[in-house]
T-cell receptor, first 113, second 114 residues
């Protein structure tokens, strides 16, 4: 079962902040965040591991609540380049997934000047 | 490090034909994944290789789909007797076991079945 992302879409002005949420019904080992622009490959942003939190970019950070199987991606002082579709990919706990990621349906972020 | 490379970028075929896609992973990566992505959806797992061994295949994957990774380097994904429902973007990703399994994606092959 895929994780659920919210909101489905966000529209911002440059400089505004946004939060994207990812919620799973399964126990998780890790959460991966990607950004994809139209017609391009998903680009890795950051990974959050069970028992820790890792910041990947300067103005983009994330949190991981293991007990609630939830992760949130925080984008601060948004730039035009932040526009795209954001996906969370989850890796199940238990050690048998071989690193397979299950992706949410995506959140479309649009930043206007 | 030239990134993950996929060929062709676009493939148009008629229903019933066979198609084959190629993925060249980042050279030092021993893990390779195939995903399928349809419009408005996130990537969906198809299959996984560790070196040359295919260790997992999605239960949703039809028997018409087969993948190989000879010698643990590049990989091919073949779809036999294509159907219109196979139309999608096919993405390949690679990672290094032990490096937190951060997966790097190629730009994908867009398949259109007429």
């Amino acid at each position: 079962q895929q994780p659920v992302q919210s909101p489905q879409a966000v529209i911002l002005r440059e400089g505004e902040d946004a939060v994207i949420n990812c919620s799973s019904s399964k126990a998780l080992y890790s959460v991966h965040w990607y950004r994809q622009k139209h017609g391009e490959a998903p680009v890795f942003l950051m990974i959050l591991l069970k028992g820790g939190e890792q910041k990947g970019h300067e103005k983009i950070s994330a949190s991981f609540n293991e007990k609630k199987q939830q992760s949130s991606l925080y984008l601060t002082a948004s730039q035009l380049s932040y526009s795209g579709t954001y996906f969370c990919g989850t890796e199940d706990a238990g050690g048998t997934s071989y690193g397979k990621l299950t992706f949410g349906q995506g959140t479309i972020l649009t930043v206007h000047p | 490090d030239t990134g993950v490379s996929q060929n062709p970028r676009h493939k148009i075929t008629k229903r019933g034909q066979n198609v084959t896609f190629r993925c060249d992973p980042i050279s030092e990566h021993n893990r390779l994944y195939w995903y399928r992505q349809t419009l408005g959806q996130g990537p969906e797992f198809l299959t996984y290789f560790q070196n040359e061994a295919q260790l997992e295949k999605s239960r949703l994957l039809s028997d018409r789909f087969s993948a190989e990774r000879p010698k643990g380097s590049f990989s091919t994904l073949e779809i036999q007797r294509t159907e219109q429902g196979d139309s999608a973007m096919y993405l390949c990703a690679s990672s290094s076991q032990g490096a937190k399994n951060i997966q790097y994606f190629g730009a994908g092959t867009r398949l259109s079945v007429l």
